[in-house]
């Protein structure tokens, strides 16, 4: 499949031919009708930015291991990003606890982008590594696993300059509305921005959303994952206050403050649905739920004596969507060795369960051109619980960002790329692939 000949075609159109959504060149005539009964054309300028050789939507954890892997891997790389900062879940979701790259068993499970990106967490704001994983001042809060407890604001800010010293290009505040198709082929990107609408050419698309959008708007199978309530602040109080004055540890003054339940479904209120977050009124029936419940938590402590000093501004969904591709994880695989893998991780909640992921996990064989990244990839069941914690996103970033340079330059589809190809890229990385590796 020539993707490029498809894209230069269209590359050229400079006007809202590229509308309708889903489908490129399917006419200028895009009314609908509301259900009020008013009809609505939508006749803007579309402006046609620089074509890419790889485009990656979504800049959480997935999305920087994709846009650094690609770049690395030789290809012009766009890295777009609705919010003003990078991190997803992992800093602007306050979800600043980086699970283990072990096994727990004193192995370590992940190499490559997920390990440089766990140092970045710590580097320049508070927490260490434990010394037996390259830390100096030790790390107390666990057992000695491979894992830290970042400070996500400073470890926003550096991941900026991390994608950028790439040679990624960075865009954020840029809200990605569909893929432009020509039957399975996406041609790139339309996006929102403060300049208005502007399309982005690619020549391969990573999807990193964190809910699939991209990809299921391109056509892709997809399915629903439900969440429980989880809202999840930051903030100190005069205990807190009391501790640093003792330990002088910068964590005391930035404590988890939250309502809602726990991994399992603990605490998930019993007069609450469960979430399905592809809807705007899902979206805020959580948000609602969420705020209005921790309004009510703090609303009887002594004001003088706490500050929230932040609030979450993403839905902390755990698990909202995902492709179904070639391969789908279930979380039976563990200990099993996969020819395709791309990369392996350890079980976050167990000791010595060791898993590989499927190079067939990251994109669906019928859209040459679309993979995915981090929480949205092909994993059901459990393998879905083990595939969207932070190090196994990078994981899987840093191999969709491989994947998608490899095909784009080479101008292959995803499924006619030999995976051997792929592998080879992120063994020089320095990336380990199998379990006894
Ligand atoms: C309550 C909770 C607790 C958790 N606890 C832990 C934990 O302790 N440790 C751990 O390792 N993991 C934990 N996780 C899981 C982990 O935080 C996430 O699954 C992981 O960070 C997801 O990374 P991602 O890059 O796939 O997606 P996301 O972090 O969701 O990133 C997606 C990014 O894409 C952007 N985006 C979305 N749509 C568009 C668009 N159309 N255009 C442009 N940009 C777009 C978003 O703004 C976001 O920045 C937890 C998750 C939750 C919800």
Same mark, same amino acid.
């Given at each position: 499949m020539r993707i490029s000949e498809k894209f230069s075609q269209r590359s050229a159109t400079t006007e809202s031919a590229a509308d309708s959504p889903f489908m490129n060149g399917s006419g200028t005539d895009n009314s609908l009708k509301g259900a009020c009964g008013m009809e609505f054309k939508d006749t803007r300028q579309v402006t046609v930015r620089e074509p890419y050789d790889v485009v990656v939507v979504g800049g959480g954890i997935a999305g920087v291991a994709a846009a650094v892997s690609a770049a690395r891997n030789g290809a012009n790389t766009l890295l777009l990003e609705k919010q003003v900062n990078l991190g997803g879940l992992a800093t602007v979701g306050l979800i600043s606890w980086y699970e283990p790259l072990c096994d727990g068993e004193g192995?370590? +499970?992940?190499?490559?982008? %997920?390990?440089?990106?766990? @140092?970045?967490?710590? @580097?320049?704001? #508070?927490? $260490? /590594?434990?010394?037996?994983?390259?830390?100096?001042?030790?790390n107390k809060h666990k057992n000695?696993?491979?894992?830290?407890? #970042? =400070?996500?604001?400073?470890?926003?800010?550096?991941? $900026?300059?991390?994608? @950028?010293?790439? %040679?990624a290009k960075l865009l954020l505040d840029v809200l990605a509305v569909w893929p432009v198709m020509d039957g399975k082929v996406c041609l790139g990107v339309m996006t929102e921005t403060v300049s208005g609408r502007e399309f982005f050419p690619a020549g391969c698309i990573v999807d990193a959303t964190g809910d699939a959008s991209i990809a299921s708007r391109a056509g892709i199978p997809t399915e629903e994952g439900e969440s429980y309530l989880t809202y999840i602040?930051?903030?100190?109080?005069?205990?807190?206050?009391?501790?640093?004055?003792?330990?002088?540890? +910068?964590? *005391?003054?930035?404590?988890?403050?939250?309502?809602?339940? $726990?991994? #399992? %479904?603990?605490?998930?209120?019993?007069?609450?649905?469960?979430?399905?977050?592809?809807?705007?009124?899902?979206?805020?029936?959580? /948000?609602?739920?969420?705020?209005?419940?921790?309004?009510?938590?703090? @609303? =009887?402590? $002594?004001?003088?004596?706490?500050? /929230?000093? +932040?609030?979450?501004? +993403?839905?902390?969904y755990r698990k909202i969507r995902r492709i179904v591709g070639r391969v789908t994880l279930t979380g039976d695989e563990e200990g099993r060795n996969c020819p395709e893998s791309v990369g392996r991780f350890g079980d976050f909640r167990t000791f010595g369960r060791r898993f590989e992921l499927p190079y067939g996990t990251l #994109?669906?064989?019928?859209?040459?051109?679309?993979?995915?990244?981090?929480?949205?990839?092909?994993?059901?069941? *459990?393998?879905?619980? /083990?595939?969207?914690?932070?190090?196994?996103c990078a994981v899987s970033g840093e191999a969709a960002g491989a994947a998608a340079a490899l095909a784009s330059l080479r101008k292959e589809s995803l499924d006619s790329l030999p995976v051997s190809a792929v592998q080879e890229r992120l063994m020089t990385a320095g990336v380990r692939l199998h379990i006894n590796d």
């Open positions: 192995n370590q +499970m992940i190499y490559g982008i %997920g390990e440089e990106l766990i @140092r970045l967490s710590v @580097r320049y704001g #508070y927490e $260490d /590594l434990p010394e037996k994983w390259g830390g100096q001042g030790g000695g696993r491979f894992s830290a407890h #970042y =400070s996500p604001t400073v470890f926003a800010l550096a991941l $900026d300059e991390y994608v @950028r010293e790439s %040679g602040a930051h903030g100190f109080d005069r205990n807190a206050l009391a501790n640093h004055d003792e330990t002088r540890d +910068m964590q *005391d003054l930035r404590k988890w403050i939250g309502v809602g339940s $726990d991994l #399992y %479904g603990n605490g998930h209120p019993a007069d609450v649905r469960k979430f399905h977050g592809i809807t705007s009124d899902e979206e805020n029936r959580y /948000l609602a739920e969420g705020k209005s419940r921790l309004l009510d938590r703090i @609303r =009887s402590w $002594d004001k003088s004596s706490f500050d /929230l000093t +932040m609030i979450p501004t +993403m839905p902390q #994109y669906h064989p019928d859209w040459p051109n679309i993979l995915t990244a981090g929480r949205v990839i092909s994993a059901g069941g *459990d393998g879905w619980e /083990l595939v969207r914690v932070i190090p196994v």
